[in-house]
């Protein structure tokens, strides 16, 4: 075959996802205008929770529940591989459902969240980003990759956790969104440092 040897050029993409300064910085801002505060606060909901947009799109009130610890918890299947995915809420997502919807726990079946488009959302992400001075490609999947990298991986959550709250089914997919950053092998040096 004329093709047995030919090799297809692979360039591997930069993964976007935002640093904890760049998350600070949008979380600190706040729009007056109704549509970027609401897409802001759609973003930071998927940064702390590891939503896909579709997964997010389709909660309603009956998907949050009581953990085993207690706690409240997203558990609901993705969307895309129909995988159970559980997910223990941090104050931040919490915050931000209350915001929208104050009575979810008894309108079970309602839409959690009010959400646009995926391809409005992610127009209106790049707008958030100019005008906080986020100089990078923001997309709803952004979101996802900077939970399992800056809040998560960075926070100490070990690889085989990040996996099941994204809901994969293997920690080799979850390899692909949580990225090992600098700061991270900084860190993990000066504990080795430490031990030696």
């Not at 075959?1 to 949008?26: G, H, I, M, N």
């Not at 129909?82 to 726990?105: F, Q, W």
């Not at 998560?152 to 709250?165: C, D, F, H, Y």
């Amino acid at each position: 075959s004329p093709f047995e040897r030919y090799k297809t050029p692979y360039k591997v993409k930069e993964k976007v996802f935002l640093s904890a300064d760049e998350l600070k910085l949008l979380e600190a801002k706040h729009f007056k205008i109704q549509r970027l505060e609401l897409v802001k606060d759609l973003f930071l909901f998927q940064c702390y929770t590891g939503l896909a947009f579709a997964d997010m799109e389709k909660l309603k009130g009956r998907d949050i529940t009581t953990g085993i610890d207690g706690n409240k918890w997203i558990i609901s299947y993705r969307r895309k591989t129909d995988v159970r995915s559980a997910i223990p809420l941090l104050p931040v997502a919490i915050g931000i459902i209350e915001k929208y919807n104050p009575e979810y726990s008894s309108k079970l079946d309602e839409k959690l969240l009010p959400v646009y488009t995926n391809q409005k959302f992610n127009s209106y992400l790049q707008e958030i980003a100019e005008l906080v001075g986020i100089n990078k490609v923001l997309t709803s999947h952004a979101g996802r990759r900077t939970f399992a990298t800056t809040v998560a991986l960075a926070n100490g959550v070990s690889i085989e956790t990040i996996s099941k709250i994204l809901g994969h089914s293997s920690t080799k997919i979850t390899h692909q969104y949580a990225v090992v950053t600098d700061l991270k092998v900084s860190e993990e040096m000066k504990r080795l440092k430490g031990k030696l």
